[in-house]
């Protein structure tokens, strides 16, 4: 689907934004005169008032600029904000797109408007159909263009820029996470992150005998049972002053997660490909920072591995030892990717001087016990770094939520053999299992762990993502960044 912004548009549809209990706009109140009130008759007969998301639509006559027109209601002035807009322009997307015409032209007011509305429209144009072979033409989506109508186009295609950059990173994430697990594989994920090289990333990968070297003994243990190979993504960019620290994203990458040989459950298990979204949401994020050759540094790193029962996995009971030196008795080998992390962490803070530490994971189901699909869980050991990130939140609709993180759950996971085990007892375990991490986080580094277990995949469509990924993260690092580390 193509987006662009013009003064003026012809199109199919031509659709405007009605304030809640307001006059009609100039444009459309112009066309209403020229239809002899045509624009008035359908808000009558449909109870419109401009409630936000409220529509009329309007057949027009033979003759005229377009074939139809729409009001969509733009709700009340003062409440009109950036995830509003982008909620309007995915609304008139997914209300229009299989109607069976092509194009549609939305007056949209200022150029930051604009560049909202189509952000919302581009972000649920997304589509995974690659696997189908036998779509009908009437089952692909009709609408080919979305415009937006400006005063100012300069304005409104400079604004839509970086929107546009953060889309194209939630669109590689959603690929990622809707990708199944067959095709979606360590190496395959790292071929992907690879891919990101040609539009100026550093790309990196380690595989097994690097990180068996590097005595990454946590992370390996849990790959150890899958015939695919583990690896360590590694995305630099770094946009910012020379020298300056990076902000490092981290990235739990389980491909899947079948839960090794503490073997999850039957139903429901295929949900377990998509147990690599934080790594999603990572390389998401380095693709909309390059795309938008955003003045910072950053790197992301992703661990890529695959958990899979057999003759050869990690047992119950087995202690491993951590790149860090610390021991670790796995008593679930369920509990992996807190495995995974502790090692990606370790080396991230032996390369580098972190600014700030962000990790992503699907860690716990007890976290959508706690907090369901509205927000992710936020443990951190930074005030002004949870803040940054709930603030982040609000504004993209990637919403997140503090947890405690305190001394007190950390002495549930003390192991009688080992420095640490991997599981805690049965309550608390999103808290228990943000404390494992913790303990691989050295002094003074500021740190935050999201665990976004809810957030990842969504069983029903939301206001600009459908059934399946949502690219939950993408698009609050990028504005993360974007506040916090760039001037
Ligand atoms: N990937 C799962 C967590 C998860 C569950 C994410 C459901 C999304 C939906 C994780 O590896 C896991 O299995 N966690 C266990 C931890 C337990 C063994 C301590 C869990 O949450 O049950
Ligand atoms: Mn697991
Ligand atoms: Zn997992």
Redesign the pocket.
């Known amino acids: 689907m193509k987006i662009t912004f013009a003064e003026s548009a012809k199109a199919d549809i031509i659709a405007f934004l009605v304030d809640e209990d307001g006059d009609l706009p100039e444009a459309a109140a112009a066309l209403n005169e020229t239809t002899g009130g045509l624009l008035s008759e359908a808000m009558d007969g449909s109870r419109f008032s401009g409630k936000k998301d409220q529509q009329a639509f309007i057949v027009l006559p033979k003759g005229s600029d377009a074939r139809r027109a729409v009001l969509i209601g733009a709700g009340k002035k003062d409440k009109r904000d950036a995830r509003v807009l982008e909620g309007l322009g995915a609304n008139l997307y997914k209300s229009h797109s299989s109607s069976g015409f092509k194009s549609l032209a939305v007056h949209a007011g200022s150029a930051e408007d604009a560049a909202r509305i189509a952000l919302g429209a581009k972000l649920a144009s997304y589509r995974f159909d690659t696997y189908f072979t036998k779509l009908k033409d009437d089952q692909k989506p009709s609408l080919e263009s979305v415009t937006l109508v400006v005063s100012d186009v300069p304005a409104a295609e400079a604004a839509f820029v970086p929107l546009n950059a953060g889309a194209e990173g939630t669109k590689l994430a959603r690929d990622l996470v809707n990708m199944p697990p067959n095709d979606l594989y360590p190496a395959s994920f790292a071929e992907k992150c690879r891919e990101l090289g040609q539009y100026g990333v550093q790309v990196e990968v380690l595989g097994e005998a690097e990180l068996a070297k590097l005595g990454m003994n946590s992370m390996l243990g849990v790959g150890q049972g899958s015939v695919k190979e583990s690896q360590l993504g590694v995305m630099k960019w770094m946009g910012g002053a020379e020298g300056e620290d990076p902000v490092i994203l981290i990235g739990k990458g389980?491909c899947f997660?079948t839960?090794g040989i503490?073997l999850?459950p039957g139903p429901g298990m295929e949900?377990?490909k998509?147990?690599m979204g934080g790594a999603g949401a990572v390389a998401g994020a380095m693709l909309a920072l390059v795309g938008r050759k955003a003045k910072a540094n950053v790197v992301g790193v992703v661990g890529l591995v695959e958990?899979m029962p057999d003759g050869k996995a990690q047992r119950p009971g087995d202690v491993v030892t951590s790149m860090s030196g610390q021991t670790i008795e796995v008593l679930?080998t369920?509990?992996?990717?807190r495995l995974v992390l502790a090692d990606a962490l370790h080396w991230t803070q032996e390369e580098f001087q972190p600014a700030r530490i962000i990790d992503f994971a699907?860690?716990?189901?007890?976290?959508?016990i706690a907090l369901g699909n509205e927000f992710a869980g936020v443990f951190s050991n930074d005030d002004k770094l949870a803040e940054d990130l709930h603030d982040a939140g609000e504004i993209t609709g990637d919403r997140n939520w503090r947890m405690p993180i305190d001394r007190a759950y950390d002495k549930l996971i003390n192991s009688p053999i080992a420095d640490m085990k991997?599981?805690?007892p049965r309550y608390a375990?999103s808290i228990?299992?943000a404390q494992f991490i913790k303990r691989f986080v050295d002094e003074g580094v500021k740190w935050a762990h999201l665990d976004i277990?809810?957030m990842?995949?969504s069983d029903k469509p939301g206001a600009t993502w459908d059934k399946g990924a949502t690219g939950y993260g993408v698009r609050l690092l990028d504005r993360f960044v974007t506040d916090r580390f760039e001037r």
């Open positions: 389980v997660d839960g503490s999850k949900d377990m998509w147990d958990n679930n369920d509990a992996e990717g699907t860690l716990t189901g007890a976290m959508i991997n599981i805690g375990g228990t299992a277990a809810g990842v995949w």
